[in-house]
């Protein structure tokens, strides 16, 4: 069965400082989906990043990036410089091939950037 | 597009009563599931949908029922609210590509309370 860790339930920075969020996941698959979306305080649900088991290189976008490796089943995300607007509850989400499209959540890190 | 839409944004309901979560989504997804968030507890899946005329059971079926009589409608009943029902749910759909399932767009949510 798939699981998805986040055991950071709340991280409190200031503003400009660098944050790693970290998600650890368990799968029996070998290929399978990563994800990670946004929530603000708004609440709506926005889409990060998708990675899949076979691509284990690192990506960068802009302030974002993030680290695969499948050695320690781990798919961390780091904002750099962080700011105000960054402060949100972050889910880090998997999806084994042999699931189809279900997707299964961690239980997800509030980060809070405080000025 | 319009995406995925959801109705209504608020409910109050008294134990025992009956609703449905209306959801639609203009994109032609195939896959479609309905969600639940409750705080610390990330987002867990109640029902999920692979086309039309096709329903399964997520994590937390429980005291929920589904259909799917089109691509674009899939709507999330409650039979007998109860206050653990209390939530908000959050209404996805998405794609399989031929890279496998691509991210899933969720609608704004329903904050649900039962008393």
């Known amino acids: 069965a798939q699981k998805v860790t986040q055991a950071q339930t709340e991280i409190s920075v200031v503003e400009k400082e660098d944050v790693t969020l970290d998600c650890v996941y368990e799968t029996r698959d070998t290929t399978y989906y990563l994800f990670w979306y946004k929530q603000p305080p708004s609440g709506e649900l926005v889409f990060l990043i998708r990675?899949?088991?076979?691509?284990?290189q690192n990506e960068i976008s802009g302030r974002y990036s993030w680290n695969f490796q499948k050695s320690t089943s781990s798919f961390n995300f780091t904002i750099t410089a962080s700011q105000v607007v960054d402060s949100a509850v972050y889910f880090c989400?998997?999806?084994?091939?042999?699931?189809?499209?279900?997707?299964?959540f961690g239980e997800g890190t509030q980060l809070t950037v405080n000025p | 597009n319009a995406g995925v839409t959801q109705t209504p944004k608020f409910q109050v309901l008294k134990t025992g009563q009956s609703m449905t979560l209306q959801c639609a989504q203009d994109m032609n997804h195939e896959y479609m599931s309905w969600y639940r968030q409750d705080p610390g507890m990330g987002l867990r899946l109640i029902h999920y949908?692979?086309?039309?005329?096709?329903?399964d059971q997520g994590e937390v079926p429980n005291g929920y029922n589904v259909s799917r009589s089109t691509t674009e409608d899939f709507p999330l009943r409650l039979l007998s609210a109860a206050p653990s029902q209390t939530s908000v749910y959050f209404c996805?759909?998405?794609?399989?590509?031929?890279?496998?399932?691509?991210?899933?767009?969720f609608g704004p949510g329903t904050r649900l309370t039962v008393t």
């Open positions: 990675r899949n088991s076979f691509d284990e």
């Open positions: 949908s692979v086309g039309a005329g096709i329903t």
């Open positions: 996805a759909s998405s794609y399989q590509g031929t890279s496998g399932p691509y991210e899933q767009y």
């Open positions: 989400a998997l999806n084994e091939e042999t699931s189809g499209s279900r997707l299964t």
